[in-house]
Nanobody
Framework: VQLVESGGGLVQAGGSLRLSCAAS????????MGWYRQAPGKQRELVAA???????????NYADSVKGRFTISRDNAKNTMYLQMNSLKPEDTAVYYC???????????WGQGTQVTVSS
């Protein structure tokens, strides 16, 4: 499975960005996808996750810090996951990584990351 993120950039506080993660390869094996972020000097943290298996309901969960501001979604027909980020804050500045997990292959996959910078 290969993951490619896009959509990062520089935005002012209060603004919005939408990140995309395009998956290719053995996408049928993916059960869960998510977005993580890592700010300088900090550990990588989970931002949001969504179930991704064919036939799944697409249940989601979010970090408390982004609830009500970020929305994770998926388009299985396009093998693409999204993260809509609204009301961005300077503390949202980080490299955002796409993640996918396969139960059957017992593997975790990562994208290369995309930088999000929120200016105050």
């Amino acid at each position: 499975v290969q993951l490619v993120e896009s959509g990062g950039g520089l935005v002012q506080a209060g603004g919005s960005l939408r990140l995309s993660c395009a998956a290719s390869g053995s996408t049928f094996s993916i059960n869960v996808m998510g977005w993580y972020r890592q700010a300088p000097g900090k550990q990588r943290e989970l931002v949001a996750a969504i179930t991704s298996s064919v036939g799944s309901t697409g249940s989601t969960n979010y970090a408390d810090s982004v609830k009500g501001r970020f929305t994770i979604s998926r388009d299985n027909a396009k093998n693409t996951m999204y993260l809509q980020m609204n009301s961005l804050k300077p503390e949202d500045t980080a490299v955002y990584y796409c993640n996918a997990y396969s139960v059957s292959y017992h593997r975790t996959y990562w994208g290369q990351g995309t930088q999000v910078t929120v200016s105050s």
